[in-house]
């Protein structure tokens, strides 16, 4: 048996998010703020652009993570096996923080150039202070933000 899943839509994601109470909450800065403070400077625009892939990206990851894990609940329950599960899981948690080292490296790179720029980093405090969790929630949060707003 091969546990290799189609890539989710953006709206599979999104719907997750919003039963996971997503739907409640506000990232540090919203995405249209921050991309206002890298409007007119094309490096910073891509960098923007980069993070922003970043978050989509992740945000796919946990929502693999989180089906994966689902399937592997209910194959317990059947009392099937689960050796073959498993070893798909460690790939996509592999896979998933292989993309939250990308995604750290993308949302620090976007504010030290903007701190360059004399712009206002003080979200980046909030996104920082707990670590590595707090920067997927930052992500997390935005791609969702990004997602009801293109709706």
Request: proline share 3%; charged share 30%; hydrophobic share 35%.
């Amino acid at each position: 048996m091969t546990f290799q899943h189609e890539p989710f839509s953006d709206k599979e994601v999104v719907s997750s998010m919003e039963t996971h109470g997503y739907n409640t909450l506000r990232p540090a800065i919203t995405p249209e703020d921050l991309r206002e403070q890298c409007e007119g400077n094309p490096i910073l625009i891509k960098l923007y652009e980069q993070m922003i892939k970043q978050c989509k990206s992740y945000a796919h990851d946990v929502f693999s993570m989180m089906n994966e894990q689902k399937i592997i609940e209910e194959m317990k329950s059947k009392g099937e096996d689960l050796e073959e599960a498993m070893a798909e899981l460690r790939n996509i948690d592999e896979l998933r923080h292989n993309s939250h080292e990308s995604l750290m490296d993308s949302i620090n790179i976007l504010s030290r150039n903007l701190a360059k720029e004399e712009k206002d980093i003080s979200w980046m405090r909030e996104v920082s202070s707990g670590g590595r969790a707090t920067y997927a929630i930052f992500a997390l949060l935005t791609f969702y933000s990004l997602s009801v707003s293109i709706k």
